[in-house]
C-alpha cells in the first residue's frame, strides 16, 4: 500500500470526494482516505504522479509519504505528518474572533435588547450602530476566510464540504444584513424611524460572527481531541533511538542512527535503548521491552538472542550484531501496522461514507426549500432566511466521517500499545464478529518445548542416578526429546558422562557403551527385541502415555535390567486454560487443531479445557478444515509456525502469535507479540468494544442530524420548538467533539477484564450458534478417573447432551462441575457418565 498525505480536508464529504476522485483513476484497485489523519491509502499499478493529479483536480493537495531505502536506519514513522500544527492556528483565530465578537454582541444584542449604554455620537444613530456592526462581523470574516476559501473552493469543484455549509449561513446572514442596512439610510432619507427601526431588527450580523466563532471553537475541540487518538502512535515514533554507539577498530563511537548498516557491532550499556534489531554476541542483560509487547517483566538476554529496537537495557553491558536496520525493524513494523490500520477503513464505516458523499448537496437543497416555504407561508425575508441559516450550520458531516475513524485509531493504539497489532481496520472490525476460535497446540496452547515431566527409577537406582545416565545416553542423539532430557540434567547441575559406540535405532531408541556396559534408551518394543521384560513400568506407562506424555525406558543390555521410565511432554503454557475459559465464557467455541495422534491430542485437549479437538491433521489439511468451519460461523484461526500461514490466511481473521516465523506473521491479520494465549481473548475484547464504541458514534452522528435537521427547519415549530442560528452553530461545534471525545474513552478499556464477557450471549455448541439462556451448574462426584484422558472421556459425554453448556472435569479432585443452559434430570446427567463406565456417586 502507497500512502499519501493529503491536504485541504475538511470534513468527510472531503474525504469522500478524494476517495471517488482517486478510485476512478486507472489501475488504482481500492483506495481509503482517513480524515483523521489526512492520509491516503492506495493499492494498484497506478503512477503516484497521476494519483496526485485525481486529488488535485478534486480541489485538495497530495503527497507521497516519503519512505526510506533497504539499508537504511532513519527514524521510522512520519512523526511530522502527526504534528498537531492546526490547533495554534485555531487559538489564534479563536482567540482574535472572540476579541471582536464581544464588541459586536454588545452594540447588537447589548444595545438592543438590554439597553446597554452607547457613545453619546451614536445614540439614536442607528444606521452608525449598523455600520460599526457591518465592520465588525468583516473583520470576523476576515480572520476566518479559512471557512469561505475552502467553501467556495469545493463549491466550484462541485463537492461541497462542511466549509460550504458555513460560508454559506454566513455570507446569507451577513449579506442579508448588509440589505437591510441600505435599506435603513433609505428609511432614514425618508424620515421614515418606524422603518428605520423595523430594519435595525433585520441585522443578523452577530449571527455571522457568532457562527463564524463557534465554529472555530467547534473546530478546536475537534483537533485537540484529534490530536489525542494519535498519542499511541506518536509515543511509538518518539521511541526509536537517534544514535547508536558502533564498535570500530576496538573503539566505541557514537554514530546518527541513519549510518548504521546491517552487519554492524554496536554495543548498548545500562540505561540504554538497543537501536536496532540484532543478535547478542558477548555479555548478558535484562532488557524491558514492554514499549513492544506490553510485557513489564524486563526479559534476560544472552549470546545468541536476539535484540529488538528501542527496549531499554536496564542492567548488564551487551555487544551485538546489527541484523534488522531502518524499516525492517520491528519497531517500524509495529508503525507501519498501527499507520496502516488507521489508514484503511472498515467495513462498518461505509454506510457513513456514503452518506457523507450526498449530505452536504441534500443541506443545501433543504435550506433552500426552508427558506422558500416560510417565504410561502407569509413569513418575512428575515424570519425565513434565519430557517435556511438554522438548517445550514446545524448540519455536521463531520460527525458522521470521524465517528469510525477515530475508534479505530484509539482501538489499534490501545492494541499497539499492550503488544496486539491490528495490521487493517477491516481485521479490526473482523475480529470482533469471530464466532470460533480455532487454536494450533504446539506453540500455541503448549510451550512448543519438551520437558521432562514424570521420572520413574527401577532396579534400585536413585532419580539422580537415571537422569545422569539417560542424560549420557541421550546426549549424543539430538532428538527433541533426548535435547528435553539433557536440559532437566544441566537444570539440576547434573554432570554429562561421555560415551563410547553411540548408535541411534530409527524409530526403536538409541544404544551406547558407558562405563564398560551397553545400555538402551527408547520404547518398549525395543526393551523387548533386547530381551528385557519392561512389565512392571507398563502400566505406567499406559497411563503417561494417556495424558499425552512420551515414556521412555532405560535398561542395562548387558546385565538385562529395566533400569527407569522418564516421560517427556509438550507441555501446557501456564495461562492457556485460563484463556480458552475466557473464550468460551466470551460466547466462542474453541477448537484445537494438531497433527499429533489422537490419544496425545485428547489429554492436550483436556488439560487445556477446549470444546473439541481436530487431530491427525496434516499442514496443508488444516485449511480444509478452517474452510469447514467458516460455514458454521466467523472463524479465527491462531498459530505460530509455517504450516500455519495456509490456515490463517483461509480463517476469517489469522492471529499469529508469539515470536512466529515471518511468514506466519505476513499471513496473519493480527499479530501478538507476546507468547501468551491470554492475548486472544484481549485482542477480540478489544475488538469488541471497539465496534460497539463505533455503533455508539454512529448513532449520535446519525441521530443528531436526524433530529437536528428537521429541528432547524422548523418542523417543530407548532410544538413551541424552535432554533436560532447561533445555537444550531453551538450544537454543531459541539457534535464532533463529542463523537471524538468518546473514542477517547476506549483508551480506558481494560483489555485483560474478563469481568463483561457475560454481555456477548451468542454461543457455538454442537456445531451450531445457539442463544445462552439462564444458566446453572451442578457439581458430579465420580470414582474411577484415573488420568486426563479419562477427563476427555467423561466432558465429552457430558457435553454432548444439549442442556449441558459444559463441564469442568478433574481426575484429581473426582468431580465434573456442570454448567447448564435448561433443565435435565440428575438421572440423565447420571446415564451419560456411567455409560462411559465412572461410577457417579454424588450429584449436587
Known sequence: MNQY??????????????????????????????????????????????????????????????????????????????????????????????????????????????????????????????????????IIMVINQRFFISGFKSLWHRSPNMDTLVALGAAAAFGYSTYALFAMTGAQLRGDGAAVMD???????????????????????????????????KSLMKLAPKTATLIRDGHEVETPIEQVMAGDIFAVRPGESVPVDG??????????????????????????????????????????????????????????????????????????????????????????????????????????????????????????????????????????????????????????????????????ITTGEPKVTDILPAGGISEPELLSLAAALENPSQHPLGAAIVREAETREIPLQPVEGFTAIHGRG?????????????NLPMLEESGIGGLELSEAAARLSGEGKTPMFFANETEKQVLGLI???????????????????????????????????????????VDEVIAGVLPEGKEAVIRKLR????????????????ALTRADTGIAIGAGTDVALDAADVVLMKSSLRDVPAALRLSRATLRNIHENLFWAFFYNTIGIPLAMGVFIPLGLTLNPMFGAAAMSLSSFCVVSNALRLNLFKLYDPRHDHRFKKRVKNNTIIKETNTMTKTMKIKGMMCGHCEARVKKALEALSQVESAEVSHESGTAVVTLNGDISDGELRKAVEEQDYEVVGIE
Open 510 to 522: 538409541v544404544r551406547a557403551v558407558l562405563k564398560g556396559g551397553t545400555y538402551i534408551a527408547g
Open 567 to 609: 516421560a517427556v511432554a509438550d507441555t501446557v503454557k501456564e495461562d492457556s486454560p485460563q484463556a480458552i475459559k475466557e473464550l468460551q465464557n466470551m460466547g466462542l467455541k474453541v477448537v484445537m487443531l494438531t497433527g499429533d495422534n489422537e490419544r496425545t491430542a485428547r489429554a492436550i485437549g483436556a488439560q487445556a479445557g
Open 279 to 444: 543478535v547478542v554476541l558477548e555479555g548478558t542483560a535484562a532488557l524491558d521491552e514492554s514499549a513492544l509487547t506490553g510485557e513489564s517483566v524486563p526479559v534476560d538476554k544472552a549470546p545468541g538472542d536476539p535484540v529488538s529496537a528501542a527496549t531499554l537495557n536496564k542492567s548488564g553491558y551487551l555487544k551485538c550484531r546489527a541484523t534488522r536496520v531502518g524499516q525492517d525493524t520491528t519497531l517500524s513494523q509495529i508503525i507501519q501496522m498501527v499507520s496502516d490500520a488507521a489508514a484503511t477503513k472498515a467495513p462498518i464505516a461505509k454506510v457513513a461514507d456514503r452518506v457523507s458523499g450526498i449530505f452536504v448537496p441534500t443541506v443545501i437543497a433543504l435550506a433552500a426549500v426552508t427558506t422558500l416555504v416560510w417565504l410561502l407561508l407569509g413569513h418575512g425575508a428575515g424570519y425565513a432566511l434565519a430557517r435556511g441559516i438554522s438548517v445550514l450550520v446545524i448540519s455536521c458531516p463531520c460527525a458522521l466521517g470521524l465517528a469510525t475513524p477515530v475508534a479505530i485509531m484509539v482501538g489499534s493504539g490501545l492494541g499497539a500499545k499492550n503488544g496486539i497489532l491490528f495490521k487493517t481496520a477491516v481485521s479490526l472490525e473482523a475480529a470482533g464478529r469471530t464466532e470460533i476460535v480455532v487454536l494450533d497446540k504446539t506453540g500455541t
Open 199 to 233: 430594519y435595525m431588527m433585520e441585522l443578523y450580523f452577530e449571527s455571522a460572527g457568532m457562527i463564524l466563532t463557534l465554529i472555530t471553537l467547534g473546530k478546536l475541540l475537534e483537533a485537540r481531541s484529534k490530536g489525542r487518538t494519535t498519542d499511541a502512535l
Open 5 to 138: 498525505n493529503v491536504t485541504g480536508m475538511t470534513c468527510a464529504a472531503c474525504s469522500a470526494r478524494v476517495e471517488k476522485a482517486v478510485g476512478k483513476v486507472p489501475g488504482v484497485t481500492s483506495c481509503s482516505v482517513s480524515l483523521l489523519t489526512n492520509s491516503m491509502g492506495v493499492e494498484g499499478t497506478a503512477a503516484p504522479s497521476e494519483i496526485i493529479a485525481a486529488v488535485e483536480s478534486a480541489g485538495y493537495g497530495a503527497a507521497q509519504k516519503g519512505r526510506q531505502s533497504a539499508g537504511t536506519n532513519a527514524a521510522p514513522g512520519d512523526e511530522a505528518s502527526l504534528k498537531d500544527r492546526e490547533t495554534p492556528l485555531l487559538k489564534k483565530r479563536l482567540f482574535w474572533s472572540l476579541g471582536f465578537l464581544v464588541v459586536l454582541m454588545y452594540f447588537s444584542m447589548g444595545h438592543m435588547m438590554w439597553g446597554w449604554p452607547l457613545p453619546g455620537a451614536l445614540v439614536g444613530n442607528h444606521i452608525a450602530v449598523g455600520l460599526i456592526q457591518l465592520l465588525l462581523t468583516g
Open 631 to 646: 460455514t458454521q460461523g466467523k472463524v479465527a484461526m491462531v498459530g505460530d509456525g509455517i504450516n500455519d500461514a495456509p
